[in-house]
């Protein structure tokens, strides 16, 4: 398993976004981490694929306010800023057992998929396309 990083640390462009929610934070959470809602405060946390309960991902941070109490994260939508260059297209995005982190394989709940890498042309025609993260997390 491989786990994914953000090509710029703190950058993520949202390029569609369908659905998504703002809440203040449980813990320290950064721009590009899965994040899942804490059933004893309605807060967001850091989710991860290690057991049931930890794997619920609720979406993906994509914003944070200044003082850092509180973020919006993206459940249905498409996001420009992962480094996806190693996988293919279609290829699905899972969470990894790592607290927030997304990765190229399924962690211990094999069940916790975000997304897919999808095509997109941001640059001139006749280029290779570009890989974005379509997340699509399903209840």
Not at 20 to 32: C, D, K, N, R, S
Not at 36 to 61: H, S
Not at 78 to 86: H, I, N, P
Request: glycine share 10%; net charge negative.
């Amino acid at each position: 398993m491989t786990n994914l990083a953000l090509t710029t640390a703190g950058s993520l462009h949202v390029v569609e976004s369908n659905k998504q929610m703002t809440l203040p934070f449980a813990e320290t959470v950064a721009i590009g981490q899965a994040v899942r809602i804490d059933t004893t405060n309605g807060k967001w946390t850091l989710a991860k694929a290690t057991a049931t309960g930890e794997a619920r991902a609720w979406g993906i941070l994509v914003s944070k306010d200044g003082a850092g109490a509180a973020g919006t994260a993206v459940r249905d939508g498409v996001l420009d800023g992962f480094a996806l260059s190693a996988l293919d297209f279609d290829a699905i995005v899972y969470l990894s057992d790592t607290d927030g982190t997304l990765a190229d394989s399924a962690g211990t709940v094999t069940t916790a998929l975000l997304g897919r890498v999808i095509p997109a042309t941001a640059t001139t025609t006749g280029t290779a396309y570009d890989k974005l993260l379509q997340v699509e997390i399903n209840v």
